[in-house]
């Protein structure tokens, strides 16, 4: 009997071992849902974001390094801040870029489509371009805030936020 009652005692303990192990199982697969990611070669990683109309600038985002182009030809406005003039990286943690990229594939953005024109006398183009191991992808909106998918903005936004010195759009009046 005491031999039976040890037998139950350790195959419930083996159970319940077995059990929190499956668990912990699921819970890594929940965490990183999209194995694409995992997939991807950090290297690999390339963002650019361009600017125009009264910029005409880029930011790149290669692995955790974001690095700002300013224009030194076209830029209509000199008298804005020496930032907007200068040459500048800044690191990014792999945790927010790894969340930037997995908004990036969860929006769909290798599906959208090329081009979004918009009619409008007055644009403020914006450009993305993405690659990400194989896939590559240029998407270029005549206006950054007309007819521009909600994720190429939130893209700008996010990039100016990362590189840290407040590098926002300038709106002239009129």
Do not use: W
Request: hydrophobic content about 35%; charged content about 25%; some cysteine.
């Amino acid at each position: 009997m005491k031999n039976f009652i040890l037998f139950l005692i350790l195959n419930t303990m083996l159970l319940i071992v077995g059990c929190m192990n499956s668990n912990k199982r699921q819970s890594n697969i929940m965490v990183s849902k999209n194995p694409v990611i995992r997939s991807i070669d950090s290297s690999t990683i390339v963002l650019i974001v361009e600017r125009g109309a009264f910029h005409y600038d880029k930011f790149v985002l290669k692995d955790t390094i974001l690095s700002f182009y300013p224009d030194t030809e076209n830029s209509i406005n000199k008298d804005t801040l020496a930032s907007y003039h200068t040459y500048s990286t800044q690191k990014v943690s792999k945790t927010e870029r790894n969340q930037l990229i997995k908004k990036i594939l969860e929006s769909d953005f290798f599906n959208l489509k090329d081009t979004y024109n918009n009619q409008a006398s007055c644009n403020s183009m914006l450009t993305i371009t993405l690659s990400l191991g194989n896939k590559h992808k240029k998407i270029l909106c005549d206006d950054f805030k007309r007819d521009c998918p909600m994720l190429l903005q939130y893209l700008e936004s996010e990039i100016i936020r990362l590189h840290g010195y407040k590098l926002k759009r300038i709106f002239l009046p009129g």
